[in-house]
């Protein structure tokens, strides 16, 4: 078991029906420990270069005016294997496929709505904590 961090955003569908609380109750109910956050509207530029690894998928477009659509809520959660635990909370990204109470299954509007990000692996975690955040801001 490691003690790890990773980057989460509470995105614009879940912002605009007033669910950052709940969101991140399900967080803190299983052990995760959010030692930074803010909310932030989102640029264009930011929301292209994030998803950049997405760039030649077909929703790229739809997704980064989603992302850009109301304010995000970027945040990082640290705990034991917290890259993992984190993508079990939210579930799987279309929420039709999401386990019962996970984030996804009881939140998410569709597949692109879906109203949380989780880094997928160690390194995509460490550059997106940076983009976002000082080492300064991030008060565990
Ligand atoms: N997405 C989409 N349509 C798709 C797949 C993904 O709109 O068919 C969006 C959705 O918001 C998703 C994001 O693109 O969360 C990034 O996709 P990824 O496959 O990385 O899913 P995630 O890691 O968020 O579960
Ligand atoms: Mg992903």
């Known amino acids: 078991m490691a003690l790890e961090r ?3 955003i509470i995105k614009p569908d879940a912002t605009r029906r007033n669910l950052t609380g709940k969101i ?6 299983a052990g995760l420990r ?4 803010k909310r932030i509207q989102m640029t264009m530029a930011q929301a292209g270069e994030f998803y950049s690894v997405h760039a030649e998928r077909p929703f790229y477009g ?4 989603f992302m850009v659509s109301e304010p995000v809520v970027v945040q990082v959660l ?3 294997n917290a890259i993992t635990r984190n993508r079990e ?3 799987a990204t279309n929420p039709a496929d999401a386990a019962p109470g996970t984030i996804r299954a009881e939140f998410a ?9 989780g880094s997928d692996a160690p390194e995509t ?5 940076a983009y976002f955040f000082s080492g300064l801001e991030l008060v565990g």
């Not at 991140?24 to 109910?29: G, L, S």
């Not at 975690?125 to 904590?129: H, L, Q, R």
């Open 109 to 117: 509007e569709s597949v692109g709505e879906n109203s949380v990000h």
């Open 34 to 37: 959010i030692v930074a956050q």
């Open 89 to 91: 909370i939210m579930g």
């Open 125 to 129: 975690a460490a550059v997106e904590i």
């Open 62 to 65: 739809e997704l980064c005016e």
């Open 24 to 29: 991140n109750a399900k967080f803190e109910e």
């Open 6 to 8: 990773t980057f989460s």
């Open 78 to 80: 640290e705990g034991e």
